[in-house]
């Protein structure tokens, strides 16, 4: 199985704007539903957001109205738009392909003043 790439992330004021990348190799990737993944230091991984196949984005509610899932399947990429982002959303972001067991290395998204 092929591993995720996460990018995008980095320090930014609270109420800033980031936005993530996940890449992976091969066809199926594009046909998979995805999901984003985050975890806060001394916390367990929680669930952000899903792209099903089709496209559809399904988010958890403390990031609804805030991040756009989206996907490029001719480019193989995930992304993860974060708007009016909070201290709390502080964290390492992981995408996964659902179909999978593999998980990328994050990418480290830090908010604060």
């Known amino acids: 199985q092929v591993q995720p790439v996460e990018s995008g992330g980095g320090l930014v004021q609270p109420g800033g704007s980031l936005r993530l990348s996940c890449v992976a190799s091969g066809s199926a990737f594009s046909i998979r539903p995805v999901a984003w993944y985050r975890q806060a230091p001394g916390k367990q991984r929680e669930w952000v957001a899903t792209?099903?196949?089709?496209?559809?984005?399904m988010y958890a509610d403390s990031v609804k109205g805030r991040f756009t899932i989206s996907r490029d399947n001719a480019k193989n990429t995930v992304y993860l738009q974060m708007d009016s982002l909070k201290s709390e959303d502080t964290a390492v972001y992981y995408c996964?392909?659902?179909?999978?067991?593999?998980w990328g290395q994050g990418t480290q998204v830090t908010v604060s003043s």
């Open positions: 996964k392909d659902l179909l999978a067991v593999v």
């Open positions: 792209i099903t196949s089709g496209a559809s984005p």
